[in-house]
């Protein structure tokens, strides 16, 4: 029995060897490793877990962990845990319609567990993967909501339509209360000042809270441009450059990612994320490391303290 490992440029046939018999010595191993180089096969410990687990444990075994046993045989294990090899968008199109026809997901974490070469492609292609759907001419928010609540119904934690209805009223309420106390009502300002309307919105519209404001009767833009007037967006921002020194200010990926509502208002009020930072006066010239992402590989937003935590880790890495 032989099991093929499918790489960029050719494939690696992994014989399995009879019941007692010792295939996985060192000189096979590290033999192993330079085919699945050759051939551009992933050697990212996720994907040789999934497709080969017995090279996982030996590797580990013989030298260590996986990330000597990567060195060791000449790899700088930085890179290994990324693929070098992306694919082509038509490929890629060409693999999500197959996935679509097969009925398997396309979650960003179902993706990346059953092909992580497909998602790294889409992700390095479209920016993010979700953007690789979407070029395909599929709702992504759609297909989000709809594979989630069958997840759920699996597990049988559906909830009723009457507790949905009772929630989404709670959520409702609580929106308009806050707005008529003159309170901020979008995303950022709720999460840290009222945890429990957030998550309540996101669990009753699916992680969704612009969402939740739609549908109290709300413009989530003009929310958005009341609730982040000029001092206060220049505020966060020196704070994103001053006290948070990972995020490099000048990368609106990485500034989406942190605080989305934020960018938003930026780019409406003066076009460009550039333009946007000029007007507020902020120094282009000093680069830095970039924030935790505020979304998991499901592109769902984490729960503020779980991020704030990540934030924390990270900035006493630089000290």
């Not at 009879?18 to 996720?46: D, H, M, S, Y």
């Not at 990330?67 to 999500?96: F, Q, S």
């Amino acid at each position: 029995m032989v099991k093929i490992l499918q790489g960029a440029n050719g494939v690696v046939r992994v014989p399995q060897g009879r019941p007692g018999e010792l295939i996985w010595t060192r000189t096979f191993f590290n033999a192993f490793i330079q085919k699945c180089k050759k051939a551009e096969v992933p050697l990212n410990p996720a994907y040789i877990r999934k497709h080969c687990s017995s090279a996982l444990t030996v590797g580990s075994d013989i030298y260590g962990n996986w990330g000597n046993a990567m060195r060791k045989n000449g790899l700088r294990y930085e890179e290994v845990l990324t693929l070098k090899h992306v694919m082509p968008k038509d490929k890629i199109r060409e693999a999500i319609r197959l996935r679509v026809k097969l009925k398997k997901s396309l979650l960003t974490v179902d993706v990346q567990k059953d092909d992580h070469h497909l998602w790294y492609s889409g992700d390095k292609q479209y920016g993010q993967w979700d953007r690789a759907v979407v070029d395909c001419g599929y709702d992504y928010a759609e297909i989000k909501r709809t594979e989630m609540e069958a997840k759920r119904a699996k597990r049988s934690n559906v909830v009723s339509d009457a507790r949905y209805a009772s929630i989404k009223e709670q959520v409702r309420n609580g929106i308009k209360t806050r707005s008529q106390a003159g309170l901020p009502i979008t995303r950022w300002f709720v999460e840290r000042q009222d945890n429990e309307l957030f998550k309540k919105g996101k669990q009753a519209y699916h992680d969704d809270w612009k969402a939740a404001v739609k549908d109290a009767g709300f413009n989530y833009k003009e929310a958005l441009l009341m609730d982040w007037p000029d001092i206060v967006l220049n505020d966060e921002l020196q704070k994103m450059q001053i006290e948070l020194r990972e995020i490099d200010i000048k990368n609106a990926i990485a500034v989406f990612k942190a605080n989305p509502d934020m960018y938003i208002v930026g780019i409406t009020r003066h076009r460009t994320w550039k333009k946007a930072l000029i007007e507020y006066g902020i120094s282009l010239g000093s680069p830095s490391f970039a924030l935790p992402s505020r979304f998991d590989s499901n592109g769902v937003e984490k729960p503020i303290s779980i991020w704030q935590a990540e934030v924390e880790a990270a900035r006493k890495k630089l000290r």
